[in-house]
């Protein structure tokens, strides 16, 4: 039995884990846990709110599926890794913020760090077992939101519910406002970097509108790999949770004789400039990821709550990295400054606008 604790159980990666946990009769939901939202009664121990490496101690799983949203998922990160405990990461933003820190524990505890982004799942799936030296380059594919293909002006009055129509994936708010503005695949960059050891020069992003091929890995002798599926999480989370096996699970397997064209193109970084702050600002390297992350979570909340345009969001985050000091976060408290420095300056900012 594989003692699970599911962290962001409400949430929609956490309500699909749910089931796939349920499906499997060697894993074991041992605790749960919410941001708000009461769960009495849906793991033997469950917390709503308050400090989640509170719940890890007294759980003492065999494994942690961190799907909170946000910095808000990064203490229980750096608990799983400097445990060596099992860590399936949803919760993308803390990798992305603490890439170096969080790294640097795994490597003290020992422990599995396996992505449930569907993108790093296909990847690790392409890259696992072949030497780095023998990889030419990583491709993430992004489906370019709901808004690809339209320009600036066209997007000057797009609506919170616009955004959050998305075209392939059915996700919680913040990321499919992030899957709008491209941001999602900018911490996806970031992720990538550190998961797998790639320089940003190898690592390269085209838009796929239908989300069927989720990464490829192009080789040296000019092969290539690809991840392919249908769009649906269950699939790299129940690989998450089951690795290095593969269960069965309710997603059918891809129908190609019945037609399926693959549609590949470049993003547009002109509209979508987000995506090319986060390289900039994973390549600058020291707590700017940080900083990127902090600064697009208070954004993209205040588009939700419409106190700022949607070509706002890319606007007050260049801002904010361009205050930002960026020096490298030697512990957890440094990272914790960086992030409340970049929030407030995107706070700020929202106050004078
Ligand atoms: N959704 C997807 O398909 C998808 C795909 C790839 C990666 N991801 C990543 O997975 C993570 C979760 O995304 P999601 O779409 O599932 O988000 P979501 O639907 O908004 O759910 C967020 C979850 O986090 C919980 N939470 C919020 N703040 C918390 C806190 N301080 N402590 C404990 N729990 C807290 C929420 O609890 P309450 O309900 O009580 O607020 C909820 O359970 C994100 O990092 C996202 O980037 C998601």
């Known amino acids: 039995m594989k003692r ?35 769960i009495d009664g849906l793991a033997p121990i469950t917390q709503a709110g308050g400090d989640l490496t509170e719940l890890l101690e007294r759980a003492e799983p065999d494994l942690v599926l961190n799907a909170v949203i946000g910095f808000a998922g990064l203490p229980a990160t750096l608990w799983a890794l400097e445990r060596g405990v099992d860590l399936a990461l949803a919760n993308k933003e803390s990798l992305v913020a603490a890439g170096e820190l969080a790294l640097a524990a795994q490597r003290r505890g020992g422990g599995r760090l396996i992505p449930v982004d569907s993108e790093h799942s296909g990847a690790l799936q392409c890259l696992e077992g072949r030497p780095a030296a023998q990889v030419h380059s990583l491709v993430l594919t992004a489906s370019g939101g709901p808004f690809r293909g339209r320009v600036r002006e066209e997007l000057e009055d797009v609506t919170p519910s616009a955004a959050l129509a998305h075209p392939t994936w059915n996700m919680g708010p913040k990321i499919t406002v992030d899957s709008a503005t491209l941001a999602n695949k900018g911490l996806e960059l970031i992720e990538a970097h550190f998961l797998f050891s790639l320089p940003y020069e190898q690592i390269e992003v085209v838009v796929h509108p239908t989300s069927v091929v989720h990464a490829l890995v192009r080789f040296r002798d000019g092969a290539t790999l690809a991840h392919l599926g249908y769009p649906d999480m269950r699939v790299p989370i129940s690989y998450a949770l089951t690795y290095p096996e593969r269960s069965v699970t309710p997603i059918r397997p891809l129908d190609l004789a019945g037609g399926m064209t693959l549609e590949f193109g470049p993003p547009d970084v002109e509209t979508f400039p987000l995506l090319a702050y986060a390289r900039s600002a994973g390549e600058r390297g020291g707590t700017y990821p940080c900083a990127f992350n902090a600064a697009n979570e208070v954004a993209v909340a205040a588009f939700l709550a419409g106190r700022l345009p949607f070509l706002g969001i890319a606007d007050v985050v260049a801002e904010a990295l361009a205050a930002a000091d960026g020096s490298a976060a030697r512990d957890l408290d440094d990272l914790v400054a960086a992030d409340e420095e970049a929030r407030r300056h995107v706070e700020e900012t929202l106050k004078v606008a």
Request: proline share 6%.
């Open 4 to 38: 699970i604790a599911l962290l962001g159980a409400t949430g929609s990666i956490g309500r699909q884990a749910l089931e796939i946990i349920e499906a499997h009769p060697a894993l074991e939901l041992c605790a749960a846990a919410s941001g708000s939202q009461p």
